[in-house]
Nanobody, 123 residues
Framework: QLQLVESGGGLVQPGGSLRLSCAAS????????IGWFRQAPGKEREGVSC????????YYTDSVKGRFTISRDNAKNTVYLQMNSLKPEDTAVYYC????????????????WGQGTQVTVSS
């Protein structure tokens, strides 16, 4: 069982930045692609970003390209999501997630989920 624990959410003004962290507990975590989903009230959960285990290739949904950066530190079993130029529409609960590959980064194919962390962008 792979356990994922998110941290770093909070309240930020539009244009501000936050960094989310996802810490994994299992020695084989490096076999998994790790990434993020988000879910706003009344909306479906959407894939935000993913980073592969093999070559650290990345995926971003169009709405966050150029603003969000995903990275992983295998020595610390941690994945980070640096979020810059935040907008009110980025407000959501952000979930860390894991599966073998970043391809088809959809909630349907996720093997492990974190508990979620709230991100609120508001003035």
């Amino acid at each position: 069982q792979l356990q994922l624990v998110e941290s770093g959410g909070g309240l930020v003004q539009p244009g501000g930045s936050l960094r989310l962290s996802c810490a994994a507990s299992r020695f084989t975590w490096s076999y998994y692609a790790i990434g993020w989903f988000r879910q706003a009230p009344g909306k479906e959960r959407e894939g935000v970003s993913c980073i592969s285990s093999s070559d650290s290739s990345t995926y971003y949904t169009d709405s966050v390209k150029g603003r969000f950066t995903i990275s992983r530190d295998n020595a610390k079993n941690t994945v980070y999501l640096q979020m810059n130029s935040l907008k009110p529409e980025d407000t959501a609960v952000y979930y860390c997630a894991a599966r073998r590959r970043c391809s088809s980064w959809s909630p349907t194919f996720i093997d492990y989920w974190g508990q979620g962390t709230q991100v609120t962008v508001s003035s």
